[in-house]
């Protein structure tokens, strides 16, 4: 069974579209993550949520936003796309006890690779 | 702020050759946890270890080593006897709660292990 699960695994689309990318775990963790892989390997927090709190790097554009139907789910919905937005997504999740999240390793799905042409 | 380098962007070895990757962290909080990751050509992400600040306890997991040292803030890892499936991108990450429970990632240091 995978623990973490990311769909699609690959996205091509135009500038200028609006998209969105699923995650779901099914380990019953507390907390999930997105972070952006950049062509140079980068790679950057974008999102930690659980079901009390969202924390957003302040660098992150807000034509991105998470949303999380359930504790299971955290979707990635990404308005307006630009070239710069091409990368690797990857959504990760943790358990969380009692807010100690780094007790715990975070668990990676597989990635999405989005290409904004 | 939080910062984590890793200066070697790329290594390259023989099989069986013993390597090992640089990680050097900055933080100003007390309690913090130390990860490295490890990534393949297949593109996932792969744990291998966390480390918190209050246990500077070396470890060794089979030809994996990590050596902690908090006076020079650097969580080193060793490679014994390279193998060619070892050549991947290693991450190495640092963390702690009062950073909103987000992980800063080094650049990776891309291993290269030639048969």
């Known amino acids: 069974d995978t623990a973490v699960s990311q769909t699609p695994k690959y996205l091509v689309t135009q500038m200028g579209n609006d998209k969105s990318i699923k995650c779901e775990q099914n380990l019953g963790h507390d907390t999930m993550y997105w972070y952006k892989q950049d062509s140079k390997k980068f790679l950057k927090i974008m999102f930690s949520y659980n079901n009390k709190e969202l924390i957003i790097n302040e660098t992150v554009p807000n034509r991105f936003s998470p949303k999380s139907p359930d504790k299971a789910h955290l979707n990635l919905h990404i308005n307006s796309l630009e070239l710069g937005d091409s990368a690797v997504y990857f959504c990760?999740?943790?358990?969380?006890?009692?807010?100690?999240?780094?007790?715990?390793?975070?668990?990676f799905g597989p990635g999405t690779r989005l290409t904004v042409t | 702020a939080q910062k984590v380098t890793q200066a070697q962007t790329e290594i390259s070895v023989v099989e069986k050759e013993d390597v090992t990757l640089d990680c050097v962290y900055e933080t100003r909080d007390t309690t913090y946890y130390l990860f490295w990751y490890k990534q393949p050509p297949s593109g996932e992400l792969v744990f291998l270890i966390r480390?918190?600040?209050?246990?500077?306890q070396n470890e060794i997991s089979g030809r994996y080593s990590w050596n902690f040292q908090k006076s020079t803030s650097s969580f080193n890892f060793t490679i014994t006897a390279s193998q060619v499936v070892d050549s991947a991108v290693y991450f190495c990450a640092l963390g702690n709660n009062n950073a909103g429970n987000m992980l800063t990632f080094g650049g990776g240091t891309r291993l290269m292990v030639k048969p």
């Open positions: 480390r918190n600040s209050f246990d500077e």
């Open positions: 990760a999740s943790s358990q969380d006890a009692a807010g100690v999240s780094f007790a715990y390793e975070q668990y």
